[in-house]
């Protein structure tokens, strides 16, 4: 899939694209980054059995951990290094086995010591999962 | 690894133990069920390479899986089917690869429409992680 | 102040006005409904010594009680009774005495047994918490 | 009302009592101390009219205030001055007017820059609410 740039850097781009590439819990559970441009970041994945409950229903902990990488790298779009301190998700409906899902992030604010951010996850046109979270600043990415 | 029953009806124990083997998202995760009884559920994970960010720490999205997976059995074990409406996590200290992580579910109260649980994430002897979650009734489990 | 009706039931509008000005823990906060439409409201002060902490701060709780306040209010403009299950913020700037802060709730997803919102809360231009909650329906208002 | 010192050297005591004293969001609501300890506060409220809502309930923007100054003065036992990042309160119980409501609040881990705190609030023997929250480490007490 095609990796949208919507306006950073270009060496932090092709930084964040590669790190997310080779982070294992992404790929164990086919997360891959869709776009990233200054404070927002999109992360998706078509669901397969394996984000599955026994009824066929996609795992709170997928959603949660969608919500939590679109944030993470939207607070990496802005060079950034970040450590979740608190990640919050509301649970609007439910997602069902082949759907596309879709968590959108976005920088609320970046201070020098914590970055604030909220993402919606969306199954196709259905908003599924409301989630905010706090980061800690842990230094600037070099690359 | 034997699952402690610490004194529900060992046929929701079985209809548990069988629930979770053959949940897709816990086979992938390899995350197991340790203990359960009455308002109380225990899973863990020794943490591989598929739990990790490239720095080797544990990814928040599989601590926040494991204590939603503790507090949902914790609901489970009284017999009762629940939707995860509402899961807060506190992330207190990393959690690196190979350390043996495990979460513990109590359910604070269990009303008519709501149940309401916290969890408690522990890699060995360090506390890791601080969540509580709100899950919806929705039925009686039938086994 | 007037109360801005952005197109909810005339009935509907004074039950809810009636019922806030009526509400004696916003009174001795000086809460005061500003806007109110189809699963939006705002709610306003003007922050005074009260709502302060010994260094002219004001207080999260008052922040947290705005925001709630907000959704809650929110719900009702769909003629809902609500009541609060869980409610989650989060504290981006500090604000000061003497500043006007305002919240504004919107339901994200309004469904047979639980609601869904989000609220930000501002002091003048500056956004300084993000806040998200879930209700309980617990029936059709009355009026 | 006699607070009860727990353990904390008795400047810091007398620094937090009055600091609390002088807080005039505490005095409007009426919240006050009851005990304090090394990275445990208790406060404690006589729910009067000024809490509640017209069904004379206890509004949820009173027990998430009473929450945060359980854990915030849990925080400050341990000579930390903090500010929150965030808090998440799960309301289990309604309370009703007249009914004694305590918070607890219990420091998990102090951090150099970040301190976790967990809070339990009561009314009577009736566990009401469930709380946690982040806060930022900003400096030393001096007193």
Known sequence: MNVI???????????????IAETPYYQVLSISLSRIGAGIAEVTVTSIVEHTNPLGLIHGGLIMSLADAAMGNAVRSLGIRGVTVDCSTAFLSPAALGEQITARGRVLKSG???????????AGEKLIADSKASFANTGTITY
Request: no cysteine; charged share 25%; hydrophobic share 40%.
């Open 112 to 122: 020098k010591s914590l970055i604030f951010a909220h993402a919606e996850v969306w």
């Open 5 to 19: 740039n919507d306006g950073i850097d270009d060496k932090l781009f092709q930084y964040i694209q590669k790190s």
